[in-house]
Structure formats: structure tokens, C-alpha cells
């Protein structure tokens, strides 16, 4: 109640020194100054998915727009598609080995780094490093480092493994995993920033807690810096998780579908069905899917980012 | 205890020397080869310093990309300044002026910044096409620039949130408006947060290779990552052009990263983390 008496007299003093007609009032000028910005997400995001949907339920599929209902006989073609699930079988191989890449060793530069090392500076420079450079320039470079008679194998035969010359990205059934060394090569980076920083912000007097505790520096890590990183952990999964479901660039560059699509992405099946094969209503539904799949990882992500706006 | 402490330090930078050496490796190796001849180019001495500085290779590459080069620097630049400044002006608005449900518009627009391109292309060719502007720069800068509204509106909200209320409200007694708070009070003060949005607008547009190619593919058009593709799909192109053709489009990215590496860091800080 008291409240209630208090706030428009406060409102006059500080929000509205000079009255003026709502039409020509700040707040109006600032929804003018954003709507903008609205119609542009509300038509190029949300329009535009909405959109997808409904091309995936129509006959699109040739050069000549065809927007006769067939329901939804584009996805169960597409979930019958034997490309379909080796692009699963590849969205796993991917996302568990670049997500697992990018976490452990993101961590563990991150620990490593926030050892006061000398030259920290330029360790955490080169580490990014990757990052500033794009996926097609990656693949190339990681292309030339991953041909079989060459690259990284040259490296084995001079140490001494002559019999271990894997065929890397061009192997049949798991070709995939090579990728993800090149895209964690990439990201990893971002990821170590990510919990270089969550570990500055711990407080000093948490870990001199622990240590006084009787804590060694591993259990300081397992039962208090971990949990205290899992925010972090969190953001990691998410930002790691979205772009295994969206590889398209990295994989155009190193090897495109691969021998019997082992390196096929669910972004190279949309990209060719559409764009190549001219399947706009089959493309549509594998970009619905595509959304779909990163709903599971957006909607809680955003969930806990409102949380914290709300704070 | 002082030498275990010491064989841990040993370690410690031991393995931080081979992680280095790790993320160098590719650099290293797209350098030197795009100093070799294509006849040194041999697959049993790939990792051997080139023994004499050629530069036919970079010269050809640069003949051969030099024109999708100039095409990003012409998209890059206009889109990384508009996006900015839209960003400026929606996160001033999401900070300063909490209309009801903006916190929820907020959260909307952040989906954006999220989510595969795959599941919006097809409309977004279907409507430049309607719109004539498929296939045009003019197209392609206009398409950053509306991909580019959540993040930016992210970076700048959040910086301006940090400006103290009283500042605004001390304006808005000495007579300011919406426009004059901006211009006078929060703009002065904007311009860590613009170097680091734009930086990070500049490094996303230019390395950006699926709008691009999917915008603007015609081969004189097109931005240098998709010419860059082209030129490595084609089995015809030597090693050593492809590597030259790769340092090219890297070279402004990581130019500017060398230069500002802590804006960069910020960006990468602010834009995973809290709104």
C-alpha cells in the first residue's frame, strides 16, 4: 500500500520532468526507435520459420513452386531416407567428439592458465588464435594436414609409427571423428576464454576455505571449482551443441559428403537438396528439423539467461 | 617439496608449450607451403622450411581472389557499421527504456541468435528474389545486418546497463529527450562497446561462408570465403595456391585479432554469458 502512494509522486520528479501528450512521449519515440528491429525479427526469424514449416508440408519438389498440401509426406520420406540417419549417426559422432574436445581441453587450459604462468598472455593468444579464422579456411588447412600420404601422417612415420597411418576424414563410417579434431582445433579456444574467466570470478577465499579444509588441489577442483563452474559447463554444452547441429562451412572445405557420406551433415542434405536437387519441400523439412533439434538446447539456455535478466 | 613444486611448474608449461605448438600447427604449415613452388610442394617434405622464398604461389592466389577480396571488404564494412548502430540504438532502448514485456521481447530476439540458418533460407531466397535484391551486395549487407540485430542488441544492452540510472534521470531534469540522452550522455561514452561490436560483427560477416554462398554465388559476387571454396573443390589448383588463397582470407580477421586481441575477448566473454 505505501508503496503504491509513493510511486507516482517519484514518477513526476524523475521520469517526467516536463509533461508532455503520450504522443509525444520518450517511451513512444523509443518503441519507434526499436520497431524496426521487431518487424525484422518478427518477419526474418519467426516468419521465415513458420515459413520453412509450411514448405515442408506442400509438393515443392522441382524447379516449379508447387504448393499443393501433401501433409506430411516430406518428413516421412526424409525419416526414411537412408542419408537421414547416417546424417544422425554423424550429427552423435560429431557432437560427442567435438563437444567432449572442446569442454576437457578447454578446461584444461583454462586450469593450466590460471596457474600464474608467465606469458599467460601470449599462451591465451595463440590458443584463440583458431578462432579468428573461418571454418572454410580451417578445412582447407586441416584438408592438406589430414591427406593420407602426407600431413600429420608424415609426423607418425617420423616418430616411428609407420603402421599407424589412419585415413582420417576419408575413412568410411567414421570419418567424422577426424573432422571434430579440426572444428575443436577451431573452438576450443572460445571455450577456454569461456572458463578462464568463470575461474577468475571465483573468490580466492573459497579455495583457501578448501585448503584449510584439508582439501588437495584435486578435490579443491572436484567438489568446488567444478560445481562452481557448471554455469559455465552449461553455456559450453549449448554454444558446442548448436554448432554441431549447424557444421556446413568446415565440412564443405575438408571433404563435402565423404566416401558413402561419412563426413554428410545434416546442413550439407539440406544445402544440396535444396539448392542442388531443387527438393525445396524436402530441404524445408530438414531445416525444420534442424530447428526442432536446436529447441531442445535454446530453450533452456534462454530459459536461464532470463533468470539472470530477471535478477 | 620445492623440486616437486618445480617439476609441476616444469610440466605445467610443458604442456601449455605443446598445446601452443598444437594450435600453431596449421599456420605453420599453410605459411610454408604457400612459400614453395608447386614442385617443392612434395608430400615426404611437407613440413620442411621452404628453401627459398617463392612467391608465385601467394601471387597467384591473390590474382585469383583479389576481386572477392575487395566483394567482403565492400559487405563487410557497410554491415559491420550499420549493424553496430542498430545495436547501439536497440540496446539503449532494452536498457533505458523498459516498456512492458521487453525483457520477453529481449528473450525472442536472443533466439535469433541461435538457431541454424537452415531452417530460414528458403524463405530468405524466396523473398530477396520478390524484393530484387537476390544476388546483390546491396542484399547480402542488408541480410547481415538484420542476423546481426540480437547479438548486437545483446553486447550493447548489457554495456549500457551498466551506465548508473542516475545519469539518465539527472538528463532527463536538465530537459534531454530520448534522442538527447543518447547523443549527449550515453554515445560519448559507447565507444569501448562499439570497437568491440564491431569488431565482432567485422570478424562473423567475414567469415561468414552459407549466406554468402547462398545470397551471393555467382563467382565474380561472391564473397572471398565462398571463392576460397571454390578454388579448394577444384582438384586443378595446386597446394600451394589453395594455402596462399586460405592466408588471404584469414589475414584481415586475424590482422585485427593481433591488434585488439582483448576486444575480441570481451566480445567472446559478453556475447556467451549474461544478458
Redesign the interface.
Same mark, same amino acid.
Given at each position: 500500500m505505501a508503496t503504491s502512494k509513493l510511486s507516482p509522486a517519484r514518477a513526476t520528479t524523475s521520469a517526467h520532468p516536463r509533461r508532455r501528450p503520450w504522443w509525444r512521449s520518450d517511451m513512444l519515440l523509443a518503441l519507434l526507435v526499436i520497431t524496426p528491429s521487431i518487424i525484422a525479427v518478427a518477419i526474418f526469424i519467426y516468419g521465415f520459420i513458420a515459413w520453412t514449416t509450411y514448405i515442408s508440408t506442400v509438393k515443392w519438389n522441382s524447379q516449379i513452386p508447387d504448393y499443393t498440401f501433401v501433409g506430411l509426406k516430406n518428413w516421412i520420406r526424409l525419416f526414411g531416407d537412408n542419408r537421414f540417419h547416417i546424417d544422425l549417426r554423424n550429427l552423435v559422432y560429431y557432437a560427442t567428439g567435438f563437444m567432449s574436445q572442446c569442454i576437457i581441453f578447454g578446461f584444461l587450459i583454462a586450469v593450466l592458465l590460471d596457474q600464474k604462468i608467465k606469458g599467460e598472455a601470449i599462451f591465451r593468444t595463440i590458443v584463440i588464435f583458431p578462432f579468428a579464422v573461418s571454418g572454410i579456411v580451417t578445412g582447407v588447412a586441416w584438408r592438406w594436414l589430414m591427406q593420407p600420404s602426407t600431413g600429420i601422417n608424415l609426423l607418425f612415420a617420423k616418430i616411428g609409427l609407420e603402421n599407424f597411418q589412419p585415413t582420417w576424414n576419408s575413412t568410411p563410417d567414421y570419418g567424422m571423428w577426424a573432422v571434430t579434431i579440426a572444428a575443436s582445433w577451431q573452438f576450443t579456444g572460445y571455450i577456454m576464454a569461456l572458463y578462464l574467466a568463470g575461474l577468475r570470478g571465483i573468490p580466492g577465499e573459497l579455495r583457501e576455505a578448501a585448503a584449510i579444509d584439508g582439501a588437495g588441489t584435486w578435490a579443491t577442483y572436484r567438489y568446488v571449482i567444478i560445481p562452481l563452474l557448471m554455469p559455465v559447463t552449461f553455456t559450453a554444452i549449448v554454444l558446442t551443441g548448436m554448432n554441431s547441429i549447424r557444421v556446413f562451412d568446415l565440412v564443405s572445405a575438408m571433404s563435402g559428403s565423404g566416401p558413402a557420406f561419412a563426413t554428410d551433415t545434416l546442413a550439407f542434405f539440406m544445402f544440396q537438396s535444396t539448392f542442388g536437387a531443387y527438393r525445396y519441400s524436402l530441404g524445408a523439412a530438414i531445416g525444420t528439423f534442424m530447428i526442432l533439434l536446436s529447441g531442445f538446447l535454446v530453450v533452456p539456455y534462454l530459459k536461464s539467461m532470463q533468470r539472470e535478466t530477471e535478477r | 617439496m620445492n623440486l616437486q613444486r618445480l617439476w609441476t611448474r616444469g610440466a =605445467?608449461?610443458l604442456? &601449455?608449450l605443446a598445446?601452443?605448438a598444437?594450435?600453431?600447427?596449421?599456420?605453420y604449415?599453410?605459411i610454408i607451403?604457400s612459400l614453395k613452388p608447386y614442385v617443392d610442394v612434395n608430400?615426404?617434405r611437407?613440413?620442411e622450411l621452404p628453401t627459398s622464398i617463392y612467391l608465385g604461389g601467394i601471387v597467384d592466389a591473390w590474382t585469383r581472389v583479389s576481386p572477392n577480396f575487395w566483394n567482403s571488404v565492400q559487405i563487410t564494412v557497410p554491415a559491420a557499421l550499420i549493424s553496430s548502430f @542498430?545495436g547501439s540504438?536497440?540496446g539503449y532502448?532494452?536498457a533505458k527504456?523498459r !516498456?512492458k514485456g521487453a525483457?520477453t &521481447?529481449? @528473450? &525472442?530476439?536472443?533466439?535469433?541468435m541461435?538457431?541454424?540458418?537452415?531452417? @530460414?533460407? =528458403?524463405?530468405?531466397v524466396l523473398?530477396l528474389q520478390k524484393i530484387g535484391l537476390y544476388g546483390t551486395m546491396t542484399g547480402l549487407i542488408m541480410?547481415h545486418c =538484420? !542476423?546481426g @540485430?540480437?547479438i548486437t542488441?545483446l553486447l550493447f544492452r548489457g554495456y549500457y546497463a551498466s551506465i548508473p540510472n542516475e545519469l539518465i534521470?539527472a538528463a532527463? =531534469?536538465d530537459?534531454c529527450?530520448?534522442?538527447g540522452i543518447y547523443r549527449w550522455i550515453l554515445l560519448p561514452i559507447s565507444m569501448p562497446a562499439f570497437a568491440v561490436v564491431l569488431l565482432w560483427q567485422f570478424?562473423s560477416i567475414?567469415?561468414?561462408?552459407?549466406i554468402g554462398l547462398?545470397v551471393l554465388s555467382t563467382p565474380v559476387k561472391a564473397p572471398i570465403?565462398v571463392a576460397?571454396?571454390n578454388i579448394?573443390?577444384s582438384w586443378s589448383v595446386e597446394?600451394n595456391v589453395?594455402?596462399a588463397?586460405?592466408?588471404i582470407?584469414?589475414a584481415p580477421?586475424?590482422i585485427?585479432? &593481433?591488434l585488439l586481441?582483448k576486444l575480441?575477448?570481451r566480445g567472446?566473454?559478453a556475447g556467451?554469458?549474461?544478458?
Open positions: - | =605445467i608449461y604442456v &601449455l598445446f601452443c598444437f594450435y600453431l600447427m596449421p599456420f604449415v599453410m607451403t608430400v615426404t611437407m613440413w @542498430i540504438m536497440n532502448v532494452f527504456w !516498456f525483457d &521481447l529481449f @528473450i &525472442l530476439f536472443l533466439v535469433g541461435f538457431l541454424p540458418y537452415q531452417g @530460414i533460407l =528458403i524463405p530468405l523473398t541480410v =538484420i !542476423f @540485430i540480437p542488441a534521470d532527463k =531534469i530537459g529527450g530520448f534522442f570478424t567475414w567469415n561468414d561462408f552459407l547462398v570465403n576460397v571454396q579448394a573443390g597446394w589453395q594455402m588463397a586460405a592466408l582470407a584469414a580477421t586475424v585485427v585479432y &593481433l586481441g575480441f575477448m567472446l566473454l556467451a554469458l549474461k544478458g
